[in-house]
């Protein structure tokens, strides 16, 4: 497929990647470009940004999570060659696994998708030393994907001056982006703040958007966009169950909700129900694990956990994703019906999926930053308390003790990143961190159920997803026929 797409990556996180991503979709956007966004990496905010900019969902794309060939393919799935593909790195350029390997870095996702790369270049404090850092990253590319670069944070008359000098490297210039301070995105714990949190964020998007219509050059963006390759694919995306790859390799408030409902919910009939909480605690999402859970024959329908009083009608099974439940205790706590409800249900033996923030809330008890306790959903009989540092960080492989989603000696590959821990964090499978070999429980899981800090990617072992669903089939026909 001939798809014109580009890269924007930065030699070092905080160098304004999401920024210039979200001002270049919506200039894009704004020119007539039919734009498709995704995200280098297990990153859950950033894709919420691009949906913002865009209106419609963005996609992640990692290369340890899936190797290079099934990347090219879930990168490819439902795209023409009347797109316009955005993509956006993660951290430096050649940052990878454990910081020194090549998977999951940005650079490996450009060279498995052949993708032409655009440096930004966080300009601030500094003059010439921009010049031995943009020689040091051209010499270190080896396959000759950087076609230009953006400088951020810096001033027109300076801009005027550098460039020349740049040029001299022999490679493009495309413009600067002055420093706004109104589209400073804040950060917490979890990375940054949510678009939602931030005020009048559509405002500021079509505003950043437009200052950057007007320094940067959109015509050469999109004329190295178009000199991409034609790319194509090792393997077809048939559905089928594929084991894991080994080392070769969004969130809206809740008065949005039916809009971002109707993206997902199929219209067909058939299928099990599987309950998706989605409001403002609950929002972390690969946009192709709900895919594949659709794929493989259910139908998603949201809630919330924090607005709600019952469950989805005819719901046969639970997926409770992450998010920031911490940051509403005290109304999750106060919704005690849904509460009440949701243990029910598990009580009841309906499949239930909860990581990380979906974890939480189905502990006996939350304990905030400030040291108050919240009553939660008493699923797990634990209580989760804030650390005040990192807990567990990082890529992981988790492994089931017993086949209950998985057949034996399977993996599926994930993602931790959690400030809150638990007086019981389970020990049913094993984490293995793929740079070190270290090996930690993780995991409370039974027959119907998987419960844990760990986020998953179902494409990295379909047979999870599809594990689930045939679990809410099940005890949908048991409902039906007791």
Request: charged share 25%.
């Amino acid at each position: 497929m001939k798809l014109r797409r580009i890269m924007i990556a930065a030699p070092k996180s905080g160098s304004g990647k999401t920024t210039v991503t979200c001002a270049l979709l919506a200039a894009l956007k704004h020119a007539g470009q039919q734009v498709v966004s995704y995200k280098c990496g297990p990153d859950y905010i950033d894709p919420m940004f691009h949906e913002k900019a865009l209106g419609i969902p963005s996609k992640n794309l990692d290369t340890f999570f899936t190797g290079e060939d099934r990347t090219r393919e879930l990168f490819l799935k439902g795209r023409t060659e009347q797109d316009f593909a955005v993509l956006e790195g993660v951290m430096g350029l050649f940052d990878g696994l454990g910081g020194i390997r090549e998977e999951g870095s940005s650079y490996h996702l450009a060279e498995a998708t052949e993708t032409p790369v655009i440096l930004v270049i966080d300009a601030k404090g500094m003059g010439r030393s921009i010049l031995p850092v943009i020689a040091g990253f051209l010499a270190y590319d080896t396959e000759r994907l950087i076609r230009g670069v953006i400088l951020n944070r810096m001033g027109e008359g300076y801009y005027e001056r550098i460039r020349p000098l740049i040029e001299e490297l022999r490679i493009r210039v495309l413009g600067y982006v002055p420093e706004q301070k109104e589209m400073r995105i804040e950060s917490r714990h979890l990375g940054l703040v949510m678009p939602d949190e931030l005020p009048g964020i559509q405002k500021r998007l079509q505003a950043v958007s437009e200052e950057f219509a007007k320094t940067v050059s959109l015509e050469g963006i999109m004329q190295i966009a178009g000199e991409a390759k034609e790319l194509v694919t090792v393997h077809a995306l048939s559905g089928g169950v594929r084991a894991c790859p080994r080392d070769r390799d969004h969130g809206k408030p809740f008065e949005d909700r039916q809009v971002h409902r109707n993206r997902y919910e199929g219209k067909e009939g058939g299928g099990p129900v599987i309950g998706v909480a989605k409001d403002e605690a609950f929002c972390f999402y690969y946009t192709d694990n709900l895919r594949m859970l659709q794929e493989a024959g259910a139908r998603i329908r949201f809630f919330s956990p924090l607005h709600d009083r019952c469950l989805p009608q005819e719901c046969h099974a639970l997926l409770l994703g992450g998010g920031y439940p911490e940051q509403y205790a005290e109304e999750l706590s106060a919704n005690v019906r849904m509460r009440e409800t949701v243990r029910q249900a598990f009580l009841s033996g309906m499949p239930v999926v909860a990581e990380c923030g979906g974890f939480l809330y189905l502990h006996s008890a939350i304990t905030d930053q400030k040291g108050v306790r919240h009553a939660m959903a008493g699923v797990v009989p634990a209580v989760c308390s804030y650390t005040g540092r990192l807990v567990r960080f990082g890529y992981i492989e988790v492994k089931e003790h017993q086949s209950y989603f998985l057949p034996a000696g399977e993996r599926i590959r994930g993602h931790e990143f959690h400030y809150f821990d638990s007086t019981d964090n389970g020990r049913d499978c094993t984490a293995v961190k793929p740079a070190t070999g270290r090996e930690y429980p993780c995991v409370i899981e039974g027959e119907h159920y998987w419960l844990g800090f760990p986020h998953l990617y179902y494409p990295s072992n379909p047979r999870f997803a599809q594990a689930f669903v045939e679990k809410a089939e099940k005890y949908r026909d048991r409902k039906e026929y007791s």
